[in-house]
């Protein structure tokens, strides 16, 4: 005779509670919202991030622009370029450089891999941006190619097209 698997507590599938306390986890300090504009986003990574106590303490108050910012490698190492975050006011002597690098901690492979893609004609890579997940502060990275003028501007297109018939549909759907 087999023996009969009774479902545990945790083998089921994860509770609404869970998912909102997961979603929760992720306090989202700084976003690049013109990334997905100028670039088209190929691949993305997360990447921890190396700070100091006063920057911490200052994104943990929200403040922090990753609008300029760009992530580069060298010597094997990936660093975080122009990410203002700014001084903590209680700080005093020992604050932060506001526009200091800041290194992001990535697998070997993955840096070899954002290298690789950096070397091509019109890549880069662009922060989406910066989170605190489970206390730990995170950086969305994406590998982004450069979209030219006309591009932008279909991309407009297609958006806006898009966005009419999800409207003309809802529209008859309301009848």
């Known amino acids: 005779m087999q023996p009969v698997a009774y479902r545990s ?12 306390a997961e979603r929760e986890n992720n306090k989202i300090v700084a976003q690049n919202r013109a990334a997905s504009y100028n670039y088209e986003l190929l691949e993305k990574f997360e990447a ?29 190492e990936a660093w975080l370029i122009h990410c203002h975050i700014p001084e903590y006011q209680p700080g ?14 990535l697998s070997r492979r ?3 891999k954002l290298d690789a893609a950096i070397q091509q004609k019109g890549m880069t890579v662009v922060p989406l941006k910066i989170y605190f997940r ?12 450069g979209k030219k ?6 991309s407009e297109r297609s958006k806006e097209a ?10 008859s759907r309301r009848r």
Do not use: Q, W
């Open 149 to 154: 003028f006309h591009d932008r501007r279909e």
């Open 92 to 105: 005093g002597p020992r604050n932060h450089d506001p526009l200091r690098k800041r290194k992001l901690l």
């Open 48 to 76: 921890g991030l190396v700070l100091v106590g006063t920057e911490v303490k200052t994104l943990r108050e929200g403040k922090g622009a990753i609008r300029e910012a760009y992530a580069e490698i060298r010597n094997g």
């Open 9 to 20: 507590y945790d083998s089921g599938p994860m509770k609404a509670a869970a998912k909102k």
């Open 110 to 112: 993955e840096i070899e």
């Open 134 to 145: 489970d206390g730990l502060a995170k950086c969305e990275l994406a590998i982004g190619k």
């Open 162 to 171: 898009k966005r009419e018939a999800d409207e003309a549909i809802s529209r």
